[in-house]
């Protein structure tokens, strides 16, 4: 601090005193925050108990995590639908596809049939086929499932191979198993975990990032979860705050850096009873929110959206002696407030995925700077003593 030469040690005492006050005022925040604990709110709608996919009733997330300083940088998440066999009871389900970009497995069935019957699995781009394997290989020894002939394995992924020896194949089929084993309801780690140890996202260091939010129950009371793996770029935004912009850090800055390539998987989970149709369109939303966060869906950025429903009254069991089935489903005229809260969730997960990372060291000794908070912050604070918004 500036302290006029002026200021005799008469008076320094008693303007010591405000200035303690002063700093003791001051928010102090740290690396690895969620964006909602730092004081940023997205959106209106509220979060769930965690502010997490997991707190649609059923959903388990698990992580395995793969680092070796400068050599290996992936990992595993591992998102189960429900507790149950799912192979027995698949869930409604849809692929929304913001950009192609991608390897993800499973899109053709899903599309056809529009339904899940494994657990999702994201990893790394060239771990995909030992993640299907593995997905094969769970399903296949479930009980019940001994007459199981075909099983259509669901894995999404992004390329890490700028911090991990992508082509060195270090995610196992044991490592895929236990992600699925692992997965717990509840709280979910974020940031460099997972799937997300290797991704870069916006130029910084991107991650694993989940948000929920809970429409009222006036119109439902339902819960929408997401769940991200960032890994792609544009010209990051916060809140409204173009944060990249002001950073110095975004896609076309001076022709040269952020490099705006990758791919985001988005899983969106909800417990609003849904068809195959209408969980398509509500995956559609989800691009949205990744629209909010500055993401341009870029030429080589594998964006997609898997979304599916765990109403227990629309399961799909595997054999059934009945010819057809009754559902229940939500109006198409009741959709708008699951459509704002998939948008919200999304934008928020991104955020937390960088927000909940840290400054990371991989392959080649390729280094990739976390967000800096408090920097972005300090932006938001001044935007709200400027404009006096939230």
Do not use: W
């Amino acid at each position: 601090m500036f302290i006029p030469k002026v200021l005799t040690m008469k008076f320094f005492g008693k303007y010591l005193i405000s200035v303690m006050i002063i700093l003791t005022c001051l928010p102090v925040f740290s690396q690895q925050q969620r964006l909602r604990d730092a004081g940023i709110i997205i959106g209106v709608l509220p979060p769930g108990k965690n502010n997490a996919i997991t707190d649609v009733s059923g959903v388990k997330v698990g992580h395995v995590t793969l680092f070796t300083d400068s050599l290996v940088c992936t990992g595993v998440t591992a998102i189960i639908p429900h507790n149950g066999n799912i192979f027995q009871e698949k869930v409604p389900a849809a692929v929304y596809v913001g950009n192609g970009f991608g390897k993800m497995t499973g899109i053709s069935q899903i599309r056809e049939l529009g339904n899940i019957e494994t657990p999702v699995i994201l990893t790394n781009t060239l771990s995909v086929p030992v993640a299907a394997n593995a997905l094969i290989k769970y399903t296949l020894g479930l009980p019940g499932n001994e007459n199981v002939r075909s099983v259509n394995p669901v894995v999404g992924e992004t390329n890490d191979g700028y911090l991990n020896d992508i082509r060195g194949s270090h995610v196992t089929e044991a490592d895929v198993l236990e992600a699925i084993r692992k997965a717990h309801e509840g709280p979910v780690k974020e940031g460099c975990v997972g799937a997300g140890r290797g991704t870069v996202c916006f130029g910084f260091k991107g991650g694993i990032g989940t948000a929920s939010r809970v429409i009222p129950e006036s119109l439902g009371g339902y819960t929408v979860g997401v769940l991200v793996q960032s890994n792609f770029g544009g010209n990051l935004m916060v809140d409204g705050i173009p944060v990249g912009e002001k950073l110095g850090n975004y896609y076309l800055h001076r022709q040269l850096s952020a490099n705006p390539d990758g791919s985001c998987m988005m899983i969106v989970a909800t417990d609003a009873p849904l068809d195959a149709r209408n969980l398509y369109r509500l995956a559609k939303r989800a691009m949205l929110g990744l629209a909010k966060t500055g993401g341009i869906s870029s030429n080589g950025s594998g964006d997609y959206v898997i979304a599916f429903s765990t109403s227990t009254q629309n399961r799909m069991a595997y054999h059934s002696g009945e010819i057809t089935q009754d559902i229940t489903v939500v109006r198409n005229d009741a959709m708008s407030p699951l459509f704002m809260a998939v948008i919200e969730s999304t934008e928020e997960a991104i955020l937390n995925s960088l927000f909940m990372a840290t400054t990371t060291t991989g392959y080649k000794g390729h280094t990739v700077k976390a967000l800096p908070v408090n920097e972005v912050l300090r932006m938001c604070i001044n935007r709200k003593d400027h404009d006096g918004t939230k």
